[in-house]
């Protein structure tokens, strides 16, 4: 059983437990359609039955193991351009976590994902519900690796396998949800330029030489060097420089 979080101002103020559900996202959503969310909503459980990754993978949890959530905002101050910087906030708040909690420098795999050692801890699915031209309402689903021993996906890895030590998901909550409120209200007063550097600095692969592959030049040698504005993958090659959306490039490596 989790309780309503302490430290932060909003996030976790409400809180819905349930011990299995189908998807916190989903069950985010129905929230929303039904008017009964508040900005910070939380919803958590500890087995998600058809949790999803990007590319609409699964995302393997053992129950009880780790975090599965989900989180409600209202981030109606941001224009549609500029919805992928709360990809940013999400990703920078969970690397902020780990490395002020644990000492672990994380890499940010483009656009969302969180790696350590060459091994993802953490997964996040972003849905946006567009307004008028602006973000009206977020979902923001996130799976957290804390206490699992083995995976069946080799590139899987946990806050376990990092530090050698059983956490109580309770604190890893709190502490995590803390971070990424402190990155979102940043973002809420406009304090972005930082965090689009920070983001950019984290990237995984960043300035080496690695194999992409897009549906033009099939597989290819690049070099990842930067995030444009709208959340575009910038990687320059004999091809030239070329800029990417979600899903339009793949890491080979």
Same mark, same amino acid.
């Given at each position: 059983?989790?309780?309503?979080?302490? #430290?932060?101002?909003?996030?976790?103020?409400?809180?819905?437990?349930?011990?299995?559900?189908?998807?916190?996202?989903?069950?985010? !959503?129905?929230?929303?359609?039904?008017?009964? @969310?508040? %900005?910070?909503? =939380?919803?958590?459980?500890?087995?998600?039955?058809?949790?999803? !990754?990007?590319?609409?993978?699964? $995302? %393997?949890?053992?129950? /009880?193991?780790?975090?599965?959530?989900?989180?409600?905002?209202?981030?109606?101050?941001?224009?549609?351009?500029?919805?992928?910087?709360?990809?940013?906030?999400?990703?920078?708040?969970?690397?902020?976590?780990?490395?002020?909690?644990? !000492?672990?420098?994380?890499?940010?795999? $483009?656009?969302? @994902?969180?790696?350590?050692?060459?091994?993802?801890?953490?997964?996040? =699915?972003? #849905?946006?519900?567009?307004?008028?031209?602006?973000?009206?309402?977020?979902?923001? /689903?996130?799976?957290?690796?804390?206490?699992?021993?083995?995976?069946?996906?080799?590139?899987?890895?946990?806050?376990?396998?990092?530090?050698?030590?059983?956490? %109580?998901?309770?604190?890893? =909550? /709190?502490?995590?949800?803390?971070?990424?409120? #402190?990155?979102? =209200?940043?973002?809420?007063?406009?304090?972005?330029?930082?965090?689009?550097?920070?983001?950019? @600095?984290?990237?995984? $692969?960043?300035? %080496?030489?690695?194999?992409?592959?897009?549906?033009?030049?099939?597989?290819?040698?690049?070099?990842?060097?930067?995030?444009?504005?709208? /959340?575009?993958?910038?990687?320059?090659?004999?091809?030239?420089?070329?800029?990417?959306?979600?899903?339009?490039?793949?890491?080979?490596?």
């Amino acid at each position: 059983m989790y309780k309503i979080l302490a #430290k932060t101002f909003f996030m976790g103020k409400k809180l819905h437990f349930m011990t299995t559900c189908h998807s916190t996202n989903e069950t985010a !959503g129905d929230l929303l359609l039904n008017g009964t @969310d508040i %900005e910070g909503t =939380l919803i958590i459980t500890d087995h998600q039955t058809n949790g999803k !990754g990007q590319r609409g993978n699964s $995302w %393997e949890s053992a129950p /009880g193991k780790n975090l599965t959530f989900s989180l409600i905002l209202k981030p109606s101050f941001l224009d549609i351009a500029h919805q992928f910087r709360l990809n940013i906030v999400i990703s920078l708040a969970i690397k902020d976590y780990l490395s002020l909690h644990h !000492g672990i420098k994380a890499k940010i795999k $483009w656009p969302n @994902d969180i790696y350590v050692e060459e091994r993802k801890i953490s997964g996040i =699915l972003i #849905k946006n519900i567009i307004k008028q031209s602006l973000v009206n309402n977020t979902i923001i /689903g996130i799976g957290f690796n804390v206490n699992q021993h083995f995976f069946s996906e080799p590139k899987a890895i946990s806050l376990f396998q990092c530090t050698g030590k059983v956490l %109580e998901l309770q604190e890893v =909550l /709190g502490n995590l949800v803390l971070q990424i409120e #402190k990155r979102y =209200l940043q973002l809420k007063n406009s304090h972005f330029s930082s965090m689009s550097k920070a983001y950019i @600095d984290a990237l995984y $692969w960043r300035d %080496e030489i690695h194999i992409f592959r897009d549906n033009d030049n099939g597989e290819f040698e690049g070099r990842i060097t930067a995030v444009d504005g709208i /959340g575009r993958l910038v990687i320059s090659s004999d091809f030239g420089t070329r800029t990417y959306m979600h899903q339009e490039v793949q890491f080979i490596s």
